[in-house]
């Protein structure tokens, strides 16, 4: 099978469908091909958003996003914004990088502080919503209430 992960007989199914056949004159065929190695090209939009970067490179920024959720989940629940920017987020993308076949290349370290930024902000994302689902799931098992004083909030949380 190689380095794809799906089976010979499923491939098939996946590939891009032909392109129709459209006539081009030879004035308006490039020269030259760019090469694979070519830095990358213009990105399309804020170099903080997901949907600046190619398709290619989503893989290795999800990846790099799941790397710091796990982190913050298990080892670091509140991290400082500027360890993480300075620090954290490029060992989050090596890693990435690293784990994640076919990297297009020249997007990093070339954009390292604006994907640090979009790590950081995807990351804050993921805590906001965590916190917002432990608002919900929280009352459920526990009898808190701003009628109670804390000590009675927190004994009954102990309990």
Request: proline residues 10%.
């Amino acid at each position: 099978m190689g380095g794809n992960s799906l089976p010979c007989w499923l491939q098939d199914a996946y590939k891009a469908p032909a392109a129709p056949a459209i006539p081009v004159q030879a004035s308006s065929i490039p020269s030259q091909a760019p090469s694979a190695d070519a830095p990358p090209g213009p990105l399309t939009g804020p170099t903080t958003k997901l949907r600046a970067y190619p398709h290619k490179f989503h893989e290795v920024i999800e990846h790099a996003k799941v790397i710091s959720q796990c982190e913050c989940a298990s080892s670091d629940p509140f991290p400082s914004r500027a360890d993480f920017l300075n620090r954290k987020s490029g060992e989050h993308f090596c890693e990435a990088i690293a784990e994640t076949e076919h990297v297009p290349e020249g997007y990093w370290p070339r954009y390292r502080k604006e994907l640090g930024i979009l790590l950081w902000e995807a990351l804050m994302t993921w805590c906001s919503t965590l916190k917002a689902k432990a608002r919900e799931i929280i009352p459920c098992f526990y009898a808190l209430s701003e009628d109670h004083t804390m000590e009675e909030n927190k004994a009954k949380a102990e309990f």
